[in-house]
């Protein structure tokens, strides 16, 4: 086909492209590529604790091996930030899936505890580059003023890794041994990478240093004093959140329950994409202060059950409802409470330190539940925390309440 115009054939060849962008082939391969990644790390998260206890380390390493890769994983991204920004989400991100699909290769090296340290600061290297990397590219890929719509999706996408990923680990673990799973993992992550390699990335991009934010940056968002009950109520469910997701396969194995850790995430998984659905399109007809601070005391009282579910198997799955809607929910309307609350041209750097705390709480969750698992235990560890959320909901609502007034 000839142009007589260069304009009009470069207008064309633009339409084309932001066409193939914004088919739903190119999202299918975008998606894919997330829940495969996504069902890795929550599957990663959730057993090399165990695997750790297995080659023969303290309940104390197995914990600090987590909070090793989250606080490695903050470090990270402050460094690597600048370069997504001059490369673009795609490259970065193609990394960040190449770390998890080799990570489980390392680890099969050999069967000793600082391998495996290596092996988990090595995989944080992708959680850095990944994680910030599907919210770039979605804003890359998704069509004018529907980027609220196309970030909404990716929540069952990530809840779908929730899921299926520790559910399938831990039944290949249990039937077939830990190198079965290593080398599932090894084949998820080579997947992840496969479906991302074919994703065409879009021409519009959010900065990693935009939404990092400068120091300055970070004063002017905290000047929006209601911002800090939100915080400590995220820090408080990023705590417990870590616990479940680190220390559930271990607890359940510990009082042999009758139900399997396997069945807790499954149904931890549904329960949190109909918590997080419910929660966000309730949240827009009432006040978020309604929804969030409710969520939350579940979220405790849920917490507090689950540190006795030796006395009978259907507290698991019990548990796994309350929790799953709980932590699902009040992570939803947090997040959009604060861009409710973020200054104009702020959106981005109030949205990282909700990323900061959710990073730097996850680690600590692991690094406390791994001193109780050597110490008091799992089951005391669980009933401080849950009653720790319980008497603090009504004194950060009250506080919530006072500063919206000003």
């Keep these: 086909m000839k142009f007589s115009d260069p304009e009009e054939a470069v207008s064309l060849t633009a339409e084309i492209r932001a066409t193939e962008r914004n088919s739903w082939k190119n999202w299918a391969y975008f998606y894919g590529s997330v829940f495969f990644f996504m069902a890795n790390l929550f599957a990663v998260i959730a057993t090399f604790p165990a695997y750790s206890l297995s080659i023969g380390s303290t309940p104390f390493q197995s914990g600090l091996q987590n909070t090793v890769f989250g606080l490695s994983a903050v470090i990270f991204r402050l460094v690597l930030g600048p370069v997504m920004d001059q490369k673009g989400a795609k490259p970065l991100m193609l990394f960040g899936a190449f770390t998890f699909a080799t990570t489980p290769l390392i680890v099969m090296l050999g069967s000793t505890y600082w391998l495996l340290l290596f092996a988990r600061i090595y ?17 890359e890929l998704a069509p004018a003023k529907r980027l609220g719509t196309y970030l909404g999706s990716l929540r069952i996408f990530f809840n779908l890794g929730l899921l299926v990923g520790p559910a399938t680990a831990i039944f290949l673990i249990d039937n077939y041994g830990y190198n079965s799973w290593f080398a599932v993992s090894a084949i998820v992550g080579a997947l992840s990478l496969l479906l991302l390699a074919s994703v065409k990335p879009g021409e519009r991009t959010i900065t990693v240093t935009a939404m990092i934010g400068s120091l300055k940056n970070y004063a002017e968002a905290l000047q929006v004093k209601v911002l800090y009950p939100i915080i400590v109520g995220i820090a408080l469910l990023s705590t417990i959140y870590s616990a479940i997701i680190s220390f559930t396969a271990l607890h359940i194995k510990e009082p042999a329950a009758g139900a399997t850790a396997a069945h807790f995430f499954m149904i931890f998984g549904v329960a949190g994409i109909i918590g997080a659905l419910s929660a966000g399109a309730l949240s827009d007809r009432v006040d978020r202060s309604r929804i969030a601070w409710p969520l939350m005391f579940f979220l405790g009282l849920g917490t507090i059950l689950f540190a006795f579910i030796d006395l009978h198997p259907a507290l698991v799955i019990i548990c796994a409802i309350i929790l799953g809607i709980s932590t699902q929910g009040s992570s939803l309307v947090f997040a959009a409470w ?4 973020a200054k104009p041209g702020l959106r981005a750097t109030t949205v990282s330190i909700q990323e900061n705390t959710i990073d730097i709480f996850f680690a600590f969750g692991a690094l406390f539940f791994g001193l109780a698992a050597q110490g008091p235990g799992l089951s005391s560890a669980f009933l401080t925390v849950g009653l720790i959320i319980i008497f603090s909901i009504m004194p950060l609502g009250l506080i919530t309440k006072k500063l919206s007034a000003f």
């Design 123 to 139: 995989q944080a290297l992708g959680l850095a580059v990944f994680l910030p990397g599907i919210s770039t590219m979605v804003a």
């Design 338 to 341: 604060l861009l409710d609350l």
